[in-house]
């Protein structure tokens, strides 16, 4: 063929091809860094990082990023672990591309995933004796963390850390204008916000237990769920959070439950098996009913003092039951 006749062809290839071409994994670190640039939380960019290492493991980190195909990406996507997970994670690396003009086209929307239509798993809450339970087996130190993820939907990565990231202080609780301010710098999303409008009940734990400064959880995260381990209360996962969703449902609106969590997680809720009753009880759950268990020996004190003082409330509360059984 004569050149005349392929210039309709070459000049749409010209077109479309980029400017300049990266490889796979210059375009992977640069969009790592600026994810770290946006303040996203190290936890989430780690997860980043473990997914596109699996797209470079699969077509190697030297290949042109033009060079990826819609039917490279729907493999990738298909190929392990969760569909969504691996398809949330690519979109949001493919809208950095495009939004940096690396790329001219975006072939994530040519590829065909198809919905995996499993049946709606409904999480799993505590009730309102396992949550009275749960309290009264806590060390004194814990019982304000704890109660942050109960009764406030605050999350565990906002209040301890894996690594010696900022978490949730004292001085970020006002109490006398009953709310909480959960910093940028914590928040899961890089926002921050706010937390209010509750019960009175809820607010009578952070009264009593509160200490006057340094961070609401003094332990690490992987002392939290060692204490989990130890409780005789088994929670679900994200149980605290979603026991509270389910509940605030109806006693405080989904307006209020909505604004304050989220709507993904106010539409997971159990709302549908949870009576009126059981809400206006768990959030009525109060300081009192720690009430005679022993006295702990230290404000805060090593895990294995923690230890210990579950093992006491549990034998405690074990007698205690077995008396009024008898």
Known sequence: MELCELETSFTQLIRAKPAYDQTLIECVEEYLKDCDLRKIRAATIRYYRQK??????????????????????????????????????????????MRKRILSENPLLRVVNPRNRSRHRIPGILTVAQTIRLFQELPES????????????????????????????????????????????????GNW??????????????????????????????????IRKLL???MPKDGLRHSMASYGYHELGIETTVESWGRNLAMRSLSGTISP????????????????????????????G?????????????????????
């Not at 190929?79 to 690519?90: C, Q």
């Not at 706010?194 to 332990?219: D, H």
């Not at 003082?309 to 007698?319: A, R, T, Y």
Request: charged fraction near 30%; hydrophobic fraction near 35%.
């Open 142 to 189: 814990c019982v304000v963390a704890f109660a942050l993820m109960t009764f406030f939907g605050v999350r565990p990565q906002e209040i301890t850390s894996e690594t010696k990231e900022r978490t949730l202080r004292a001085e970020d609780i006002d109490i006398k204008t009953r709310s909480i301010k959960i910093p940028e710098e914590t928040a899961k999303m």
């Open 193 to 226: 916000r706010n937390i209010s409008n509750l019960p009175e009940a809820p607010w009578r734990w952070l009264e009593v237990y509160m200490p006057k400064e340094r961070p609401i959880f003094p332990y690490s995260y992987a002392t939290y769920r060692r």
């Open 306 to 326: 923690l230890v210990g003082e579950i093992e006491e409330n549990i034998k405690f509360l074990d007698k205690q039951k077995m008396k009024q059984q008898n």
């Open 52 to 97: 596109l290492n699996l797209l470079m493991n699969m077509y190697s980190p030297r290949i042109f990023i033009s060079s990826i195909t819609s039917e490279m990406l729907e493999s990738f996507i298909n190929d392990k672990g969760s569909r969504e997970h691996n398809k949330r994670v690519i979109s949001a690396f493919y809208a950095y591309l």
């Open 232 to 234: 005789s209360v088994k």
């Open 277 to 304: 009753a059981d809400a206006k009880a768990f959030f009525g759950i109060s300081p009192d009913i720690r009430d005679g268990l022993p006295k702990a020996k230290s404000k805060q004190m090593p895990y294995r």
